[in-house]
């Protein structure tokens, strides 16, 4: 036995001692020719096949990279030896990753797989028109190369099958920012990310429940409309805008949508993206299983100005962001034109299974253009709350059904709520404050839409007064 290990010991150096003399003798293009042939010369010979995912594919992230990370994150846990352990910044759980250079073997229906990880610091010389990440990550998977066709053929379907239930069930949705403009981390990518956590769903969404049961019959036909869309020849994707006064939950509805996908978040500053093709770059790095929301797009797109240089709906070339310093002339410019492409153009496809939402205060303000069906295909509006929707607020702050609230208040709260035009966000808050009493909160609520109701009816008269002298005028002019 002893012997045994002295013959591996001294095998271990001699490799170690010829590494070294590569590493000091040759230079490094003569070290990699020499490892080239030394591979070309071992694969001839070896009954094995190998295959290598790294991160970044061409300029795309390579989703089956993903997709083997969060399968071997959870085998790992169970057979490999040395883990990586992580747990991201306000993440809930501790993931696993293989550690650099380290093995894991794998089985699927009797053939034995082995999942390697490499990670390796890029050629600082390598000559790119674009920068690239300092590390580049893959995983080489190696069978024997009789079971190459189990292995193309199913092993990597299944795996990308248990990515994704893994990651609908465990893993925490990502919010992804552009805060930062452009510019590329570590690993390449324009957006930072961080685990979300927003707890609205659907369940504690305050809406009309046909509206909520429509929108979420919609959302599941999306998500499992692969094959429909492939037939009809359409790209996988779908666009939602939500519209509506400030505080009636449109942000909550992403969240809720992505709650109830388990896509992620790319929460887009545009005022944070100068030109057309950074743009273009932001949508390349996004990964499919993914809701790509701008927010209050009407003051993200300068309508206003397309409109006043009489620009017609057709023609959209010219309408540079305001609030930056980019004149309209400068040429490298963000334009309608530019996100209409990101939206629905060719480059939308680079990616699957995505939803864009925009989200707005001012519908009216918005080009038609943006609104047409295939843009956005879904226009939904969220307005103030109706008696329906204040039900779903008593079930989520008060822990109770309207039956174990006093029917009498409740009656005179349904008649007085529409005039009231309440948002759910200022509904809200009257019930956090009284939500260990539930007569209070009903009384204080009756109170707030009643002075609410009466401001609401005064301003009516007062307009209509002032329409009816402003008739008067005319008619005397
Ligand atoms: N429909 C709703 N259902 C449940 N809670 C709501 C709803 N609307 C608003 N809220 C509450 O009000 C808060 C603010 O809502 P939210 O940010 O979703 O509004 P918004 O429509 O996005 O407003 P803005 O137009 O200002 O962005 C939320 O945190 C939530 O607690
Ligand atoms: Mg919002």
Known sequence: MKEFWTTIASMMGLWA???????????????????????????????????EITEVDGVNTNELYNAVQL???????????????????????????????????????????????????????TFSWRPLPEEKRGFILSSKKKDKTVVLGSYLDFVMKKAKDLRREHQDRLLYTNSHGVSLDSRGHPWES???????????????????????ADLLDFADGESFYQRTGRAWKRGYLLYGPPGTGKSSMIAAMANYLGY????LELTEVNTNSELRKLLMKTSSKSIIVIEDIDCSINLANRNKNGVGNNNYNASPLPGSNRGEDGGNTITLSGLLNFTDGLWSCCGNERIFVFTTNHVEKLDPALLRSGRMDMHIHMSYCSFSALRILFRNYLECEDDQLDGVVLKVLEGVINEAEMTPADISEVLIKNRCDKDKALRELLESLKKRAERNRMKLSERNTNEDKDEELEKWA
């Open 194 to 216: 961080v685990p979300f956590k927003h707890p609205s769903t659907f369940e504690t969404l305050a809406m009309d429940p046909l509206k909520k049961a429509e929108i979420m």
């Open 71 to 125: 399968y071997l994150s959870s085998s790992a846990a169970v057979s490999a030896n040395r883990l990586s352990l992580n747990r991201g910044l306000n993440s809930s759980s501790i993931t696993f990753d293989l550690s650099n250079n380290d093995r894991l073997v794998d089985s699927y229906n009797g053939v034995k797989v082995v999942w390697e990880h490499v990670i390796t610091q890029r050629q600082t010389q």
């Open 264 to 267: 992620d978040i790319y929460d």
């Open 17 to 51: 001692f010829c590494q070294t003399i590569l590493h000091t003798i040759f230079p490094q293009e003569l070290r990699f020719a020499f490892l080239k042939f030394f591979h070309k010369i071992f694969n001839s010979f070896t009954s094995y096949c190998y295959y």
